[in-house]
């Protein structure tokens, strides 16, 4: 049975920590971590989480891309879980989008990242996947790498100007 785990919000030191690689991807306490961020993550609506998120001080994130209220336009992809990811490659060609943050509520803010990158990660099953994403899945997959550091998306506006409400950002993106 997986179950809701609470989700750490900006200001506890364990957001702030650099995650450790997962050694043992057999270790039977695995399998219940990822339905346990994957169930965390739908119940929330978020696209995506990360271990650090829910206190667990490891390099795992979910990407579940979807269109929700927050993202109407995000593509629709199965949720995955990606062990010790790293991104192997970059476009270079920088864009910027608004982002949020299950951790960070009620607060949106403009991110510039790569619109490509070539990533690699492992499967819950121990397989190495090597594959490009772009866009908006591109975008998660930066964001949830950046918690395995310690790092959240206010770090990186590039203006406070770009740091808003939920509210106002309901207003841009329905404009
Ligand atoms: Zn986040």
Known sequence: MSKMLKILEI????????STAIANITDPELDGTI??????????????????????????FIVASRPSPRYPHAPTM???????????????????GWEGCLS????????????AIEVKYLTRHGELVHQELTDFVARIFQH????????????????????????????????
């Open 144 to 175: 949830e790498l950046d918690h395995l550091d310690g790092i959240l998306f206010p770090d990186r506006v590039s203006n406070s100007t770009d740091l808003i409400t939920e509210a106002e950002y309901m207003k841009i993106v329905f404009d």
């Open 104 to 115: 960070v509520p009620g607060l949106r803010g403009s991110v510039l990242r790569d619109r």
């Open 78 to 96: 199965a949720p995955t879980a990606m062990i010790n990811p790293q991104i192997v490659d970059r476009s270079g060609e920088l864009v910027s």
């Open 11 to 18: 200001g506890n030191p364990v957001l702030r920590q650099k």
């Open 35 to 60: 339905a346990d961020l994957m169930a965390t993550c739908d119940a929330a609506n978020g696209v995506g989480i990360a271990a650090p998120q829910v206190a667990s001080s490891v390099r795992l």
